[in-house]
């Protein structure tokens, strides 16, 4: 089992232990604020599972029926996982606007209590997961978990308003906070994903720029059909075709090879392209040209 599923697993125990805590406590207390942090807990929950099930599927190894792998499995997980957090804060905006209407009571020691509890295993999980992830499918289980360690820190923070000075509406005004970051972190994700299953140019890469790398490589005269896209997380594909003089193939093949050492140099590792020499272009367009008489004359 690979080292980040290992935490994978261990962020998720802990965040199924602290959701069960926060439900009852919110239950308890009255407190929207924190039944809304346990809704973010909740799908922490999914996050992480969901993260786990697609870290598995992804080390299977290509097939006929997947020739490229299963990498964007990592990427639909990471699509879900923004999604619900959009879902579960529309709801919570719903739930805001019930109780600024009418602000119930709220037991604020049980809130903060809770809350501070839920703080503390929000803190220990994303030290479990760690932060830097490249992986969008990793990065998007932790954003789930820095955004509910925030949201702990905005009912901790009402629960002490409301017993200072005793304004209930701090309660659902809280809960409005947790669901702004909620959406945040969720349309990140969901950017992210898109981007790759929409074939986007990953980022840091201009197709212009690198087509002029490519064109001032010696013997090479032309480029077009130039395509960068992402596979997976991390997995950019180049593909282009590439004119030049007419020569042996040996040559030919040197200047290919030139070619994929520049795109690896750029993090460009899977490449397909295709040589063409100017007299086979001619040739083409020779073709091209006689084939409509040729049909006519038929």
């Known amino acids: 089992m690979a080292d980040h599923e290992t935490r994978l697993i261990k962020a998720l125990i802990v965040t199924v232990l602290v959701l069960a805590v926060e439900v009852v406590g919110g239950i308890m207390s009255n407190s929207l604020a924190l039944l809304s942090d346990a809704g973010h807990m909740f799908t922490d929950a999914f996050a992480l599972g969901l993260s786990l099930i697609a870290s598995f599927i992804m080390r299977r190894p290509s097939d006929y029926r ?5 990498q964007r499995v990592g990427l639909l997980a990471a699509l879900m996982n923004g999604v619900s957090l959009v879902m579960i ?3 919570i905006f719903g739930e805001v606007y ?3 209407k009418a602000p119930p009571d709220v037991d604020t020691p049980v809130m903060i209590g809770v809350a ?6 929000n803190l220990l999980m994303a030290w479990l ?3 830097g992830h490249r992986d969008p499918n990793i990065r998007s289980a932790w954003l789930h978990v820095l955004g509910d360690a925030a949201s702990s820190v905005g009912v901790i923070i009402a629960g002490l308003t409301i017993t200072l000075t005793g304004w209930r509406i701090v309660d659902p005004l809280a809960s409005v906070i947790v669901g702004a970051l909620i959406i945040a972190g969720g349309g990140r994700v969901i950017k992210d994903a898109l981007w790759v ?5 990953p980022a840091g890469f201009h197709i212009e720029e690198v087509s002029d790398r490519l064109r001032r490589i010696p013997g090479v005269l032309g480029v077009h059909d130039i395509h960068i896209w992402s596979i997976g997380h991390s997995t950019p594909a180049f593909s282009a075709h590439v004119l030049v003089q007419d020569q042996k193939i040996s040559e030919v093949d040197a200047i290919r090879t030139r070619i994929e050492c520049l795109l690896s140099e750029l993090g460009i590792r899977h490449t397909v392209i ?3 020499c100017t ?4 040739a083409e367009l020779l073709c091209e040209v006689r084939h409509p008489e040729e049909t006519h004359r038929h």
């Not at 007299?279 to 001619?282: G, K, L, N, T």
């Open 279 to 282: 007299e086979c272009a001619s």
């Open 129 to 131: 997961l760690g932060g």
């Open 274 to 276: 295709q040589m063409e």
């Open 89 to 91: 804060a529309i709801f």
């Open 66 to 70: 997947a020739t490229y792998g299963y």
């Open 197 to 201: 299953f929409l074939e986007l140019s």
């Open 98 to 100: 019930r109780r600024i």
């Open 116 to 121: 501070s509890l839920g703080l503390v295993g």
